[in-house]
Antibody, heavy 119, light 110 residues
Framework: EVQLLESGGGLVQPGGSLRLSCAAS????????MSWVRQAPGKGLEWVSG????????YYTDSVKGRFTISRDNSKDTLYLQMHRLRAEDTAIYYC????????????WGQGTLVTVSS | QTVVTQEPSFSVSPGGTVTLTCGLS?????????PSWYQQTPGQAPRTLIY???TRSSGVPDRFSGSILGNKAALTITGAQADDESDYYC??????????FGGGTKLTVL
């Protein structure tokens, strides 16, 4: 059974940093691209960042480029999102998502971790 | 900037049929965008319904179907049930590892 378990969310001040983690199990982690998708309170879903199975290629939505870094440790089956210079508009639930590459869709979602940026 | 459009809200009667759409602010949605659809109820993570335009994810009832209608991707629910009342999101794959979600449609069954 595929499981994605996010952690690391919490309350942080504007301008601060936070690192999210996602522990994956139930599949060959290194074989799949992964993404982070967020959802601000009462709002829709927004794709934030993605990474190839090897970790060699990364992708970002424009609003987080230069502030967020996605990475993975395939020896630990873990995905990360390092977030710097956080803004109030980054407040959201962050979901770890597994991609099904050849059909280009998100086949498994974690339960999410809440990041709140507030003073 | 690519903007994906969805109806903000829709209403359907129990047993009725409803079609939700997913378009582009400029241009047409085609199968090359691999449109996929997700259902989300309050407080829950999204659930995958449809991928590659018209393929149902495992365990999804056959009352859910996907297609291309005109220049948009479409999600049709045939014989709507009360527990279909949810938010529905489409996402398009833009290529080069980039994705964009639509704003979502809040479906009411009443």
């Amino acid at each position: 059974e595929v499981q994605l378990l996010e952690s690391g969310g919490g309350l942080v001040q504007p301008g601060g940093s936070l690192r999210l983690s996602c522990a994956a199990s139930g599949f060959t982690f290194s074989s799949y691209a992964m993404s982070w998708v967020r959802q601000a309170p009462g709002k829709g879903l927004e794709w934030v960042s993605g990474i190839s199975g090897t970790g060699g290629t990364t992708y970002y939505t424009d609003s987080v480029k230069g502030r967020f870094t996605i990475s993975r440790d395939n020896s630990k089956d873990t995905l990360y999102l390092q977030m710097h210079r956080l803004r109030a508009e980054d407040t959201a639930i962050y979901y770890c998502v597994k991609e099904r590459g050849y059909n280009h869709f998100f086949d498994y979602w974690g339960q999410g971790t809440l990041v709140t940026v507030s003073s | 900037q690519t903007v994906v459009t969805q109806e903000p809200s829709f209403s359907v009667s129990p047993g009725g049929t409803v079609t939700l759409t997913c378009g582009l602010s400029s241009g047409s949605v085609s199968t090359s965008y691999y449109p996929s659809w997700y259902q989300q109820t309050p407080g829950q993570a999204p659930r995958t319904l449809i991928y590659s335009t018209n393929t149902r994810s495992s365990g999804v009832p056959d009352r859910f179907s996907g297609s291309i209608l005109g220049n948009k991707a479409a999600l049709t629910i045939t014989g709507a049930q009360a527990d279909d009342e949810s938010d529905y999101y489409c996402v398009l794959y833009l290529g080069s590892g980039l994705w964009v979600f639509g704003g979502g449609t809040k479906l009411t069954v009443l």
